[in-house]
């Protein structure tokens, strides 16, 4: 269905304009937050052990409601909360899902303390608010910015951006969904 110029579909998220936007990016539209969780389980049932998601965006624009999507396509146990306070949950899964939280993050060095990066190489690593340990972030994965959508208070645009080949097979793969 074409609003505004986007295209949504009733059962989830397709793209918008109904192409790359870039030749390596995708966006995509979401009218709800259930689409939003929809979108991320297409994304989770693609992922394995080793890949790194790093969402970008502003407070309320659905990082959260798309990592419980990932967590729904990993067929993971319970419900995935945002670990605002605790800086990591984690979940078990057909793969383990490592869901960080940066936000309260005031130094940097403190990630690299924690070894966070070794948790990629034991499940997935979901990662809101990138931004706090820019300098510290691994190369390939896949970074998804999300934006307050058009279409109302609950849609969202998302934009998915490659970071090397793995990060390149992903957005390939949704695109081709």
């Not at 709800?32 to 969780?37: F, H, L, M």
């Not at 909360?81 to 383990?96: C, I, K």
């Not at 960080?100 to 924690?114: C, F, K, P, S």
């Amino acid at each position: 269905m074409a609003v505004g110029g986007a295209w949504y579909g009733i059962t989830g998220a397709v793209p918008i304009l109904g192409r790359m936007a870039k030749q390596q990016d995708l966006e995509l539209g979401s009218a709800s937050e259930e689409e939003t969780r929809q979108l991320g389980e297409r994304l989770g049932q693609l992922l394995r052990k080793g890949d790194i998601v790093l969402l970008s965006g502003d407070l309320g624009t659905g990082k959260t409601c798309l990592t419980q999507g990932i967590g729904r396509g990993l067929s993971c146990q319970g419900q995935v909360n945002s670990p605002s306070f605790v800086l990591m949950n984690e979940y078990e899964g057909r793969e383990r899902l490592y869901h960080v939280d940066l936000y309260r993050v005031e130094d940097v060095e403190e990630l690299d303390e924690l070894g966070l990066w070794d948790y990629a190489e034991k499940g997935v690593l979901v990662i809101e608010w990138p931004e706090r340990g820019a300098e510290l972030l691994p190369g390939d994965g896949l970074v998804i910015e999300l934006r307050a959508g058009s279409l109302g208070p609950r849609s969202r645009d998302l934009r998915f951006i490659p970071r090397g080949p793995r990060g390149e097979e992903l957005v390939g793969s949704l695109g081709a969904a």
